[in-house]
T-cell receptor, first 112, second 113 residues
Framework: SAVISQKPSRDICQRGTSLTIQCQVDSQVTMMFWYRQQPGQSLTLIATANQGSEATYESGFVIDKFPISRPNLTFSTLTVSNMSPEDSSIYLC?????????FGQGTRLTVV | GNSVTQMEGPVTLSEEAFLTINCTYTATGYPSLFWYVQYPGEGLQLLLKATKADDKGSNKGFEATYRKETTSFHLEKGSVQVSDSAVYFCALRSAGNNRKLIWGLGTSLAVNP
């Protein structure tokens, strides 16, 4: 199994500012995934973060808005830039071990 | 492309009632299938899984059988408890090179005492 520590667990931010979310895994993993879960909706994959290369973004998500770092095999950050109220959501970090996905506790972001 | 269709909620049951949450999928080959659960205020966690046809995943009294012929993976529990109140997500992971998780929309379950 994998234990994922994600922080902050929640934050309230002013529009126009940026927030960086950190994700720490207790084992080395090749890929880390960042998801968004908007209120009452399912999970949407934002991007896949690989160590040593640029993240791969899904359709509708761009690096300027959601820059990602992956400095080593156990850590990643996701920044939500120039925030607007539409960015209010839960952001989740995830890793795969074999076929199973493990998730952090999530970051509940409210933009006011 | 691959997709997951999940029964819409919310579902409200009385304690000890029987639960079924339907999940059907579209995928090529033989995907792996999952049910994840999200309890109030908590992160997602795996509830059960099945990786090949006719497999039955089970955990905490919940069961789901991988039915290739009907492309289904319905979640069942014989007697729900208040503590089962949560959002349940069906998901698949394809067998091919693109192994992203494909998620259903989630079904909210409320169990009343």
């Amino acid at each position: 199994s994998a234990v994922i520590s994600q922080k902050p667990s929640r934050d309230i931010c002013q529009r126009g500012t940026s927030l960086t979310i950190q994700c720490q895994v207790d084992s080395q993993v090749t890929m880390m995934f960042w998801y968004r879960q908007q209120p009452g909706q399912s999970l949407t994959l934002i991007a896949t973060a690989n160590q040593g290369s640029e993240a791969t973004y899904e359709s509708g998500f761009v690096i300027d808005k959601f820059p990602i770092s992956r400095p080593n095999l156990t850590f990643s950050t996701l920044t939500v830039s120039n925030m607007s109220p539409e960015d209010s959501s839960i952001y989740l970090c995830s890793v795969d071990l074999m076929v199973e996905a493990f998730f952090g506790q999530g970051t509940r972001l409210t933009v006011v | 492309g691959n997709s997951v269709t999940q029964m819409e909620g919310p579902v409200t049951l009385s304690e000890e009632a029987f639960l079924t949450i339907n999940c059907t999928y579209t995928a090529t080959g033989y995907p792996s299938l999952f049910w994840y659960v999200q309890y109030p205020g908590e992160g997602l966690q795996l509830l059960l899984k099945a990786t090949k046809a006719d497999d039955k995943g089970s955990n905490k009294g919940f069961e789901a059988t991988y039915r290739k012929e009907t492309t289904s993976f319905h979640l069942e529990k014989g007697s729900v408890q208040v503590s089962d109140s949560a959002v349940y997500f069906c998901a698949l992971r394809s067998a091919g090179n693109n192994r992203k998780l494909i998620w259903g929309l989630g079904t909210s379950l409320a169990v009343n005492p």
